[in-house]
């Protein structure tokens, strides 16, 4: 049946770009130790990751993680689950990773907020995302596009301010690369933990969780 599941295996692997797929092994390279990737999908990043990292993968797509399994190896563990609601302690992980996640997930100040929780204080976040354009022509043909990409793209956001999310959820960005440009700008990163305090975060619990209401950015 032709579902996005179905596209994002047997078609998207074939088109994908040869930049994006050595960015999927720059990023998965980097990855250490007890691993969390969001959205793991069909688990493209899979075959990237060292032998010595724990990888944990989550998604709720069942049929995307069948495919992943395929991927995946001994030290490869994949639940179903969304990433607004992880099912894990506070500072599990050394590393999490997002590729192409954030534009598909309902509520993304609340995964990022997840993230910054179960991030170990030293751990850091690796990401690679589509976001919004910041050209008034492509970001106008991006609002255009929007309705009928979602519904071929598994709900997927042409237009979600990822990076400003990403730095009010307390994730501060200490590296960034822009890998494409035009309807689909393509950014790569690392974000670190900052440390939140209750004079950045005015209201904020005592755990450093923001205050920022959940809401859906664009
Ligand atoms: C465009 S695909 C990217 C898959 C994979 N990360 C990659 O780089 O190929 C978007 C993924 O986000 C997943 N997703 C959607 N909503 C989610 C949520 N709330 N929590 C975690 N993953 C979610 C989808 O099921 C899908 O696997």
Known sequence: MLS?????????PRIEPRRIREQRRAIAGKARRAVLEIGVGNGLNLPYYRRSTDITGIDPDRRLLTY???RSTDNTRLIPGHAEELPFKDESFDTVVSTFTFCSVRNPCRVATEIRRVLKTEGCFLFMEHVVSGNQVWHSLQRWLQPCWGRLFGGCCLTRKTLDIFKQAGLEIIELQRLSGGLLPIVSGTALKTPFNNYDNPGGDKNGRQKVAYTNFG
């Open 68 to 70: 992943a399994y395929r």
């Open 4 to 12: 996005f599941a179905w596209f994002y295996e047997k078609i998207y």
